[in-house]
C-alpha cells in the first residue's frame, strides 16, 4: 500500500534504515542523536530488531519519547524503546577482544 502521491511502509523503511546507515558509516567511533516522527522510528525499530514490517504498528513510539540503537561491527542491539522518563547512558556496545580475530 502506498499513500496518495506517496510512499509505501517498505519505501519508507528503505529509505530511513539507509539514512541510519549513512549516518553510523560517517560517525563509526560517535555517538550520534538522531529525530524523526513516530512511525519512521517504529520502521527503523522493526528493522534493527528483525521484526516484520507487518508488524511495525505493534511497536509504541510516544510523543519525545527516546529510544537506542547501538549500531556496531556485531549488529545491532536496542539499548531503549519508547522511554519517557530521564535519559541514562547505555553500555557501549561490545567490542571484539584484543588480540582475537574479528
Do not use: W
Amino acid at each position: 500500500f502506498a499513500f496518495p502521491n506517496g510512499e509505501s511502509f517498505r519505501e519508507m523503511q528503505s529509505r530511513a534504515v539507509a539514512a541510519v546507515e549513512k549516518i553510523v558509516a560517517a560517525h563509526e567511533k560517535d555517538t550520534v542523536v538522531v529525530f524523526s516522527h513516530g512511525d519512521v522510528i517504529k520502521v527503523i525499530v522493526a528493522y534493527y530488531s528483525g521484526i516484520a514490517l507487518d508488524n511495525f504498528q505493534r511497536i509504541a513510539i510516544s510523543p519525545a519519547s527516546i529510544s537506542v540503537i547501538a549500531i556496531g561491527p556485531f549488529g545491532a542491539r536496542i539499548g531503549r524503546l519508547n522511554d519517557t522518563g530521564p535519559f541514562q547512558p547505555v553500555p557501549d556496545h561490545p567490542q571484539p577482544a584484543k588480540g582475537k580475530a574479528k
